[in-house]
């Protein structure tokens, strides 16, 4: 049973950084696309970013492109969310999915596994 856990979340002032990270366990990760959702009152889950865990090339939504990088580190079947210059818009709970088979999208419903969520709150 693959199981993911979120930590890193927080309270900070815009312009801050936060890293997020994404614990993974309970299954063979090497094939697996690893992204980040996030989904703020009121709206929908949106697609933040995601990375192929075998490495490769990342991709972002264009609201984050510049200021998020998503990374992993294999040998701690880790998933980190760098988010530098935060704005108060990017205030959610943050996701992490994960993707069994195919090519890594940035579609909600491709993902098979998901974490609890883990609060970012941006203050102006």
């Known amino acids: 049973q693959v199981q993911l856990v979120e930590s890193g979340g927080g309270l900070v002032q815009a312009g801050g950084s936060l890293r997020l990270s994404c614990v993974a366990s309970g299954g063979t990760f090497i094939s697996y696309a690893m992204a980040w959702f996030r989904q703020a009152p009121g709206k929908e889950r949106e697609f933040v970013a995601t990375?192929?865990?075998?490495?490769?090339?990342?991709y972002y939504a264009d609201s984050v492109k510049g200021r998020f990088s998503i990374s992993r580190d294999s040998t701690k079947n880790t998933v980190y969310l760098q988010m530098n210059g935060l704005k108060p818009e990017d205030t959610a709970v943050y996701y992490c999915?994960?993707?069994?088979?195919?090519?890594?999208?940035?579609?909600?419903?491709?993902?098979?596994?998901w974490g609890q969520g883990t609060q970012v709150t941006v203050s102006s």
């Open positions: 990375i192929m865990w075998s490495g490769g090339r990342q």
């Open positions: 999915a994960a993707k069994t088979n195919g090519a890594q999208v940035p579609v909600e419903v491709a993902y098979n596994y």
